[in-house]
């Protein structure tokens, strides 16, 4: 069965920087794109970026473009989240999202919390 598991989530002070980290497994990897959304309390599921099949294309949403930069290691079947210059209103939980097979596939999230 398709999972996807985050990992790289914690906490770190305003300025500072994480690599998340989602290893999938139970699809074909390389052959789909895949999400890192983020959920903050009191607030919608966002899409913060995306990294197509092979990882030469990505798409940032504007509150953390220039920042936050997606990758995807297809060896690995691991696809990744470089956070840089971490602000607060950046604290959520982030998840990987998949959607092979005409489903969606989340995983269960890793905190990122911003705070001095």
């Known amino acids: 069965q398709v999972q996807l598991v985050e990992s790289g989530g914690g906490s770190v002070q305003p300025g500072g920087s994480l690599r998340l980290s989602c290893a999938a497994s139970?699809?074909?990897?390389?052959?789909?794109?895949m999400r890192w959304y983020r959920q903050a309390p009191g607030k919608e599921r966002e899409l913060v970026a995306a990294?197509?099949?092979?990882?030469?294309?990505?798409n940032y949403a504007d509150s953390i473009k220039g920042r936050f930069t997606i990758s995807r290691d297809n060896a690995k079947n691991t696809v990744y989240l470089q956070m840089n210059s971490l602000k607060p209103e950046d604290t959520a939980v982030y998840y990987c999202?998949?959607?092979?097979?005409?489903?969606?596939?989340w995983g269960r999230g890793t905190q990122v919390t911003v705070s001095s």
């Open positions: 999202n998949a959607r092979p097979y005409d489903n969606e596939y």
């Open positions: 139970g699809f074909t990897f390389s052959i789909y794109a």
């Open positions: 990294v197509s099949s092979a990882g030469s294309v990505t």
